[in-house]
């Protein structure tokens, strides 16, 4: 259940694609897009009634990532739930659902992944109990970016477009 351009990726490479999301007739415009986009591909869209007869591999998290302002409710919850119930191994994006990325903090359900691939820059909330193995991608923010908002920046993806994070 991700509402990202990961799905549409994932599908074009020969991946058995399911995309389930939360609240399609409520989409802002980049994932209206993103799925617009997805269904050019051979990857299928399901409904959240229709998962528990689906068979899962792996499960890809992108339902709320850092913009958590509320105790996940109604599809949310009830995805989230299901993901955690499937046994499946679940790789939360940027961060999971359900977890404030800022405090760690997690006010409801939240997703329990067995890792984590936070965008960019580490989120403060992101603490090991909550993240499973966390890594950290290469978005291709220009460093001058960085910069420009006075942090002090050192390029970690000099060997690859993600590296693991160690939490001490």
């Not at 994932?10 to 799925?35: K, M, S, T, W, Y």
């Not at 990325?101 to 580490?122: C, E, F, I, K, N």
């Not at 966390?134 to 970016?145: C, K, M, N, R, V």
């Amino acid at each position: 259940f991700c509402e990202r351009c990961s799905d549409r990726h994932l599908a074009n490479h020969g991946i058995d694609v399911r995309l389930c999301l939360a609240e399609p007739d409520h989409l802002q415009e980049v994932p209206a897009f993103q799925r617009h986009i997805f269904r050019s591909t051979q990857g299928r869209e399901v409904d959240v009634a229709s998962l528990h007869a689906e068979p899962v591999d792996l499960i890809l998290d992108g339902l709320i990532g850092y913009g958590l302002r509320s105790v996940p409710r109604g599809s949310v919850a009830e995805l989230i739930r299901w993901a955690n119930g499937t046994g499946a191994p679940i790789l939360a994006l940027d961060v999971p659902s359900g977890l404030d990325s800022t405090t760690g903090h997690r006010p409801g359900d939240y997703v329990q992944p067995y890792w984590t691939m936070t965008l960019a820059l580490p989120k403060t909330g992101l603490l090991p109990e909550n993240t499973g193995q966390l890594f950290l991608a290469d978005i291709g923010i220009p460093e001058q970016t960085y910069r420009r908002l006075g942090l002090s920046y050192v390029n970690p993806f000099a060997k690859g477009f993600w590296v693991p994070l160690i939490c001490r």
